[in-house]
């Protein structure tokens, strides 16, 4: 009888710290995985399929003046017109708060800082 008590108590402690090892219901997803998700299309490896002297490398970055998670961020918020487009369009899609969370945005500009470099 004892045995059963301290197996099963056992198996509730094995469950609650799975619990907190694999996080919250849902799940939260990493700077890699959201960027997997949303950026990696037209940025594959940190490149830019559509403009490729706007890669994602730190060389590039730095030329436009893009040095900190929040400047990347401000790049996703609004990726401005190009006046040297026909269409006056950069072609970079628009990610506002409802597409991506000011956390996520954040995640994602610090993975790729941290990762192109
Ligand atoms: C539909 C294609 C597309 C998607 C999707 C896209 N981008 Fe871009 N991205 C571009 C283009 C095109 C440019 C160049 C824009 C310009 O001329 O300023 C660019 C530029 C950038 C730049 C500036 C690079 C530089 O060297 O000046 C950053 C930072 C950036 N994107 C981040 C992201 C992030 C983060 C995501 C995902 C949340 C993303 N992009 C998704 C097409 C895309």
Known sequence: MQKLVLTGMLAALLFLS???LYGKPGGEKSGKDLFAQNCSGCHPDGGNILNPRKTLHGKDLEANNI???RDIVKKMRNPGPDPTHPQ???GMRMFDEKAISD????????YILETFK
């Open 18 to 20: 799975a619990c907190v």
């Open 67 to 69: 040095k900190t998670p």
């Open 88 to 90: 006056d369009w950069a």
């Open 103 to 110: 956390d996520d945005a954040l995640k994602i500009a610090n």
